[in-house]
């Protein structure tokens, strides 16, 4: 089944604590891409990558990293969790072919408390 | 640079009705894609509908259509015959060519009333 797994779907940490939400696609996608919902607006993108070792950033991207080693992997790390980051946050892939035509596959979402 | 407008922050209808989800969008692009999602209460985000800005007609998919109007800058999703599983909220947003993002617009969330 062609999809896309993102872990944990919930997590509660403290302030400082690094982490990480990993995201893996099995649908040999080129471009990947993190994105953060909070209510009132919507979904914003943290970073995105065009393929192996290719990253950049987004609209949010402060307090975040990312790396892309592997074609189907893409974890998000928090090195140091503010309760700002406190957020719903989804990974989420497409292939680049004709771009703007290409809708995105997205994670089950991961929820995330910073105390 | 693009951006999408949802002015409906919550709506509420009856079953069986049908019911429109307003979205509009701003880019200077001529080439652009606009996709509809559903987010229900588990959370998920479920692919509805895409629109292409070359379609010279409105997209349809089961009971869901896209009214598109190009010169309006509008993409206004149509649910017809709602019914209490479409509860939800509902983002459009909006992908242009060569951008590396879909950009979403604020949501809509939708009650369906028994």
């Known amino acids: 089944e062609a999809q896309v797994t993102q872990n944990p779907r919930y997590l509660i940490t403290v302030t400082g604590k690094k982490l990480t939400v990993t995201c893996s696609q099995n649908?040999?996608?080129?471009?990947m891409s993190w994105y953060r919902q909070d209510p009132g607006l919507g979904l914003r993108q943290i970073y995105y990558s065009m393929n192996v070792e290719v990253t950049d950033k987004g609209d949010v991207p402060e307090g975040y990293k990312v790396s892309r080693k592997e074609k189907r992997n893409f974890p998000l790390i928090l090195e140091s969790p503010s309760p700002n980051q406190t957020s719903l946050y989804f990974c989420?892939?497409?292939?680049?072919?004709?771009?703007?035509?290409?809708?995105?596959?997205f994670g089950s979402g991961t929820q995330l408390s910073v105390l | 640079a693009q951006k999408i407008t949802q002015t409906q922050p919550g709506m509420f209808v009856q079953e069986k009705e049908a019911v429109t989800l307003d979205c509009t969008y701003d880019?200077?692009?001529?080439?652009?894609?606009l996709f509809w999602y559903k987010q229900p209460s588990s959370g998920e985000m479920i692919f509805l509908i895409y629109q292409g800005s070359y379609d010279e007609q409105n997209a349809t998919e089961g009971r869901y259509s896209l009214n598109f109007q190009k010169a309006r800058k509008s993409a206004n999703l149509v649910i017809s015959a709602s019914q209490l599983g479409d509860s939800a909220m509902y983002f459009c947003?909006?992908?242009?060519?060569?951008?590396?993002?879909?950009?979403f617009g604020q949501g809509t969330r939708l009650t369906i009333n028994p």
């Open positions: 947003a909006m992908r242009e060519e060569g951008a590396q993002k879909l950009v």
């Open positions: 649908m040999n996608h080129e471009y």
């Open positions: 989420a892939s497409s292939h680049l072919t004709g771009v703007f035509r290409e809708k995105l596959f």
């Open positions: 880019t200077s692009d001529q080439s652009y894609g």
